[in-house]
């Protein structure tokens, strides 16, 4: 189950992809007309509307990629790192066609450089085609859109860093019972919170899997159950005088042998 955050990251991502995705759309699509119209007239093509075709062509294949895939591989670190090069491969990319496009910042009145050639404003392509000024200001949207391009494409490699922490921390702190056994990490404590007691450095040092301390020698106490067992009347041991078995003496003192009718201190 995906947290709430999560699924917030996710979702602007994916807005943020669909932007993205758009404007390599708007960039493609008017620049197409441009070679379109260039091949039916016999216009002259440079070399660099090319590169700004398969810019924005090789952009529309890898947002829309990502759009299909955020929700299967957002915070991979794999996944993450290649889409945080493409991201920044992709903002160089568009500053080139942002520069391409330059000549649509100015006013295009009198003199305008556009796709075309440089021509005064008011000059038409051809019988039915548009003319040089609306040709300026299409380069005025593709500048426009390669600058909105840019400033997402930044936005999304950051969204990328904070997806791959967000899924390590859900990995590091859940599931537990403060996320209700979800894939989410724990809730904040809240306003109540706020009034409960926090745990000392003591506490928080304390690892709850170590195993309890086993006791020591010098922690034991002797047993005093029995009088032969706490020190105060000496007992005899093997071989001394007064070493019993069974209430009979082994080896009474001055004899060496047991008394007739018995055997090796043992009674009958």
């Excluded at 160089?92 to 003199?111: E, H, K, L, M, P």
């Excluded at 990328?160 to 599931?175: D, I, M, N, S, T």
């Excluded at 926090?198 to 002797?222: C, G």
Aim: with cysteine; net charge positive.
């Amino acid at each position: 189950m995906v947290s709430k955050s999560g699924f917030a990251l996710k979702a602007l991502q994916w807005f943020v992809r669909g932007i993205q995705f758009l404007s390599c759309a708007v960039v493609l699509a008017l620049f197409s007309y441009f070679l379109a119209v260039a091949s039916q007239h016999k216009f002259n093509i440079p070399v660099w509307s090319k590169a700004v075709e398969g810019i924005s062509g090789i952009g529309v294949i890898y947002t829309l990629a990502g759009l299909l895939l955020l929700c299967c591989v957002a915070g991979h670190p794999f996944a993450s790192a290649v889409a945080i090069i493409l991201d920044i491969a992709f903002v160089g990319a568009f500053i080139y066609v942002a520069q391409a496009n330059r000549g649509g910042a100015s006013s295009c009145t009198n003199t305008v450089d556009t796709f075309f050639g440089t021509r005064p404003a008011a000059d038409r392509l051809g019988s039915g085609l548009p003319t040089y000024r609306q040709i300026c200001q299409i380069h005025k949207a593709v500048l426009a859109v390669s600058i909105i391009a840019i400033g997402f494409f930044l936005i999304s490699a950051f969204l990328e860093v904070v997806l791959v922490r967000h899924r390590r921390k859900e990995h590091r702190f859940g599931p537990s019972p403060a996320n209700n056994y979800t894939s989410g990490y724990g809730k904040r404590r809240g306003l109540f919170g706020l009034f409960r007691r926090r745990k000392t450095s003591e506490e928080e040092a304390i690892n709850p899997n170590l195993l309890p301390e086993h006791t020591h020698p010098e922690q034991v106490r002797p047993s005093y159950n029995t009088d032969a067992t706490n020190g105060t009347t000496p007992y005899p041991k093997y071989g001394e005088s007064g070493f019993q078995h069974d209430g009979q003496v082994a080896y009474p003192e001055g004899s060496s042998h047991p008394s007739t009718g018995h055997e090796y201190g043992y009674a009958r």
